[in-house]
């Protein structure tokens, strides 16, 4: 006979033992099954994410090209019209309105219909440089171009300086002229006092050189309290067959 202690039945012990090898393997059919739940749910929600992510490029890639097709279509209209091009030289600015303390970061912007073309800013200088060159389409010469300095502001909008318009029917009447050549001398074939019907500070001439005509223009800013811009205008016919080619 052993010593004396606590007897435990042998039919409890196989119970407990079989408890708890049933917990531990129950806890991992448990966790397996999650497991696979929740990969199952991640695949789908892949799958599901890849779907949309498809449509959505599908869907861009399908106006871009929509997009693509009008863009192209718009500018066979315009180069069929087309006329020829129109060369605006942004010279200078002189006595440009103050817009900030002591001065201005002056831009011009040149409009003609759907056209919008910018120099670049100069920094605080009320007579600015520019010394830029700006071209147009031209497929009605009736348009008006305009042209609007503005000063450039960094946490605000931009503010106006004037603007004005260029009248470009002395050009065209110029290049109508059937005795152009090519010729070195310079020949003045218009003059074009200011007056209330254009912006003009001073007289402008239009000029016929080496098969050239341009015309310069000082123009008076409407608008605003002071200001004048110095531009150059010079006609550029286009190539021969360059609209069967377009």
Same mark, same amino acid.
């Given at each position: 006979?052993?010593?004396?202690?606590?007897?435990?039945?042998?039919?409890?012990? $196989?119970?407990?033992?079989?408890?708890?090898?049933?917990?531990?393997?129950?806890?991992?059919?448990?966790?397996?099954?999650?497991?696979?739940?929740?990969?199952? $749910?991640?695949?789908?929600?892949?799958?599901?994410? $890849?779907?949309?992510?498809?449509?959505?490029?599908?869907?861009?890639?399908?106006?871009?090209?929509?997009?693509?097709?009008?863009?192209?279509?718009? *500018?066979?209209?315009?180069?069929?019209?087309?006329?020829?091009?129109?060369?605006?030289?942004?010279? @200078?600015? +002189? *006595?440009?309105?103050?817009?900030?303390?002591? !001065?201005?970061?002056?831009?011009?912007?040149?409009?003609?219909?759907?056209?919008?073309? @910018?120099?670049?800013?100069?920094?605080?200088?009320?007579?600015?440089?520019?010394?830029?060159?700006?071209?147009?389409?031209?497929?009605?010469?009736? %348009?008006? #171009?305009?042209?609007?300095?503005?000063?450039?502001?960094?946490?605000?909008?931009?503010?106006?300086?004037?603007?004005?318009?260029?009248?470009?029917?002395?050009?065209?009447?110029?290049?109508?002229?059937? *005795?152009?050549?090519? !010729?070195?001398?310079? @020949?003045?074939?218009? =003059?074009?006092?200011?007056? =209330?019907? *254009?912006?003009?500070?001073?007289?402008?001439? &239009? &000029? #016929?050189?080496?098969?050239?005509?341009?015309?310069?223009?000082?123009?008076?800013?409407?608008?605003?309290? !002071?200001?004048?811009?110095? +531009?150059?205008?010079?006609?550029?016919? %286009?190539?021969?067959?360059?609209?069967?080619?377009?």
């Amino acid at each position: 006979m052993g010593p004396p202690g606590i007897r435990v039945p042998i039919a409890l012990i $196989h119970r407990l033992r079989r408890g708890r090898s049933g917990g531990k393997s129950g806890g991992n059919d448990e966790s397996h099954k999650t497991s696979a739940e929740g990969s199952s $749910h991640k695949k789908s929600s892949e799958g599901s994410s $890849h779907k949309k992510s498809s449509e959505g490029s599908s869907h861009k890639k399908s106006e871009g090209s929509g997009h693509c097709r009008s863009g192209s279509a718009g *500018n066979k209209v315009e180069m069929d019209s087309l006329l020829g091009l129109l060369k605006v030289r942004i010279k @200078r600015g +002189i *006595n440009l309105a103050v817009r900030d303390a002591r !001065s201005s970061d002056p831009y011009v912007i040149v409009k003609m219909g759907k056209q919008k073309l @910018r120099t670049h800013v100069l920094k605080r200088d009320v007579n600015p440089e520019w010394n830029e060159d700006l071209t147009l389409y031209v497929s009605d010469p009736s %348009l008006p #171009i305009k042209v609007t300095v503005y000063d450039h502001d960094t946490f605000s909008k931009d503010d106006k300086m004037g603007y004005a318009e260029i009248d470009i029917k002395h050009l065209l009447e110029a290049l109508k002229m059937d *005795n152009h050549n090519n !010729s070195d001398e310079e @020949r003045i074939v218009a =003059r074009v006092p200011p007056g =209330r019907s *254009n912006c003009l500070a001073a007289e402008s001439c &239009v &000029v #016929i050189k080496d098969g050239k005509v341009t015309q310069d223009m000082c123009l008076r800013l409407k608008n605003v309290e !002071s200001g004048e811009v110095d +531009i150059q205008i010079q006609w550029i016919n %286009l190539p021969s067959g360059s609209k069967q080619q377009s």
